[in-house]
């Protein structure tokens, strides 16, 4: 059975930092591109990056680059997203997916908030 398991958000001061993790499981997880997508209150689903099976190649929105960087260690199975300079519009409910199906976890809450 394929499972993604986000874990890692929380509560964090604008300015702050969160690393998110992904445990993935009941599939080749080396084989797979993976995403990260987020989905805000009453917002649709937003893509926020993207890294390619070997971990080499990744992409980013507009809205995040520079201040987020995707990660991946296929070895452990598991897909990270390091967030840097968080400001209240990153506010969502993050989520890992595969990028062949779209299948993702149950996801994490993120919240920046003074």
């Known amino acids: 059975e394929v499972q993604l398991v986000e874990s890692g958000g929380g509560l964090v001061q604008p300015g702050g930092s969160l690393r998110l993790s992904c445990a993935a499981s009941g599939f080749i997880f080396s084989s797979y591109a993976m995403n990260w997508v987020r989905q805000a209150p009453g917002k649709w689903l937003e893509w926020v990056s993207s890294i390619n099976s070997g971990g080499g190649t990744t992409s980013y929105a507009d809205s995040v680059k520079g201040r987020f960087t995707i990660s991946r260690d296929n070895a452990e199975s598991t897909l990270y997203l390091q967030m840097n300079s968080l400001k209240p519009e990153d506010t969502a409910v993050y989520y890992c997916?595969?990028?062949?199906?779209?299948?993702r976890g149950q996801g994490t809450q993120v919240t920046v908030s003074s």
């Open positions: 997916a595969r990028r062949a199906d779209g299948r």
